[in-house]
């Protein structure tokens, strides 16, 4: 329980940290960054904007959840757009992983614990 209540405090601590930084940081005032000819021309830029993916990802179509979420998502017949089935997969992954971290991870750890499997 020492433990658990050690990780909490670490986890508070790590959260009031970033959130503290990031209002930090939201408060500055910022200048617009000046580029040179030769950056613009040879493309180089830092970071990436919506612009970049728009095209491969098909952002200017629209989508609906029930078409990437939904449990009819494969009945509707139509082509779902690539952002909304890219989100579909992320989503997917995220799942998986909820149920490994909530429920299959603390039982294999219980299990080592207790010393019933090495």
Same mark, same amino acid.
Not at 16 to 26: E, F, K, M, Q, R
Not at 33 to 44: I, K, Y
């Given at each position: 329980?020492?433990? $658990? ?12 940290? @970033?959130?503290?930084?990031? @209002?930090?940081? !939201?408060?500055?005032?910022? @200048?617009?960054?000046?580029? @040179?000819?030769?950056? =613009?021309? =040879?493309? !180089? ?18 989508? /609906?959840?029930?078409?990437? $979420? ?5 009945? !509707?017949?139509?082509? *779902?757009?690539?952002?909304? !089935?890219?989100?579909?997969?992320? $989503? ?12 299959? $991870?603390?039982? *294999?750890? /219980?299990?080592? /614990? ?5």
């Amino acid at each position: 329980m020492r433990k $658990f209540r050690n990780s909490a405090i670490a986890l508070v601590s790590a959260a009031a940290i @970033t959130l503290g930084s990031v @209002t930090a940081v !939201s408060a500055q005032e910022t @200048t617009a960054p000046t580029t @040179t000819a030769s950056e =613009s021309e =040879s493309g !180089s830029t830092v970071g990436s904007s919506w612009s970049d993916y728009n095209e491969p990802y098909e952002g200017d179509q629209e989508g /609906y959840g029930i078409d990437g $979420f939904g449990s009819s998502r494969d009945d !509707s017949g139509e082509d *779902v757009p690539r952002w909304l !089935s890219t989100w579909g997969k992320v $989503f997917d992954v995220l799942t998986v992983g909820s149920v490994l971290g909530m429920i299959v $991870f603390p039982v *294999v750890n /219980y299990l080592k /614990y207790n010393g019933i499997i090495k």
